[in-house]
């Protein structure tokens, strides 16, 4: 299998989130791992979300875990509970609240792009 993080990053720079899904089960493994942990099966097999997101938790980082990350404090981190069923750990913009329905923009930094997940844009009106 390929370097799942090379990827999930390839994919942001695309402007698109990808994840794993089982193609035996149809399972989303919890994290990126070579085989299904329900039943199993090596057939993993990449997708990509719609991008479409409802936020479950939110918290402001204040002190940055590492330098890379300084220039942005303070910065939010959400978890982000896909369309698809999974749930993946984004920063978002200082708005964004708990139930929200989010979508992302991929950020440049440091060399890669970051989901950085904001409200999603209100449908456009019926025809
Ligand atoms: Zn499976």
Not at 49 to 63: D, K
Not at 69 to 82: A, D, G, K, S, T
Request: net charge neutral; charged share 25%; glycine share 8%.
């Amino acid at each position: 299998m390929s370097d799942a993080a090379s990827i999930y990053w390839e994919g942001c720079a695309a402007q698109e989130i990808r994840f794993l899904r089982c193609g035996e089960c149809g399972r989303i493994p919890s994290y990126p791992r070579p085989f299904c942990e329900r039943c199993g099966s090596h057939r993993l097999v990449w997708h990509v979300s719609s991008g479409r997101g409802r936020v479950e938790a939110r918290t402001v980082v204040y002190r940055a875990p590492n330098a890379k990350f300084e220039p942005l404090v303070p910065y939010v981190l959400l978890l982000v509970r896909m369309a698809e069923g999974f749930i993946i750990m984004a920063h978002g913009e200082l708005d964004v609240a708990v139930n929200d329905e989010v979508r992302p923009r991929f950020v440049e930094h440091d060399g890669r792009f970051l989901p950085v997940f904001a409200l999603s844009s209100p449908p456009p009106p019926a025809p």
